[in-house]
Nanobody
């Protein structure tokens, strides 16, 4: 069993910052990519940022220059530093990761339960 637990969401004014964390735990042999998604009611879930095990990153165009994804492999944790927040960033943010539970087994993707980020104008 693998768990992904997000934290750090909350209410912030436009222009402010938040740092989200997501820690993986459970039966984990290795973790490949880790990602942040977001979803607001009535909108399709969006990939916000992704990071590979070696630190390569990519971002949605809407957050480039404002958000930074990082990871601590020793802690099995992925972070999302969100700066210059805008009201349109309001959403539930979900982390996920591709986890190999045992050697020679395929990776499976696990999701966190989400953390609410609300940006007021």
């Amino acid at each position: 069993q693998v768990q992904m637990v997000e934290s750090g969401g909350g209410l912030v004014q436009a222009g402010g910052s938040l740092r989200l964390s997501c820690a993986a735990s459970g039966n984990i042999f290795s973790i490949n990519a880790m990602r942040w998604y977001r979803e607001d009611p009535g909108k399709q879930r969006e990939l916000v940022a992704a990071i590979t095990r070696d630190g390569s990153t990519n971002y949605a165009d809407s957050v480039k220059g404002r958000f930074t994804i990082s990871r601590d492999n020793a802690k099995k944790t992925v972070y999302l530093q969100m700066n210059s927040l805008k009201p349109e960033d309001t959403a539930v943010y979900y982390c996920n990761s591709d986890v190999r539970p045992v050697p020679d087994m395929s990776y499976a993707t696990y999701w966190g339960q989400g953390t609410q980020v609300t940006v007021s104008s």
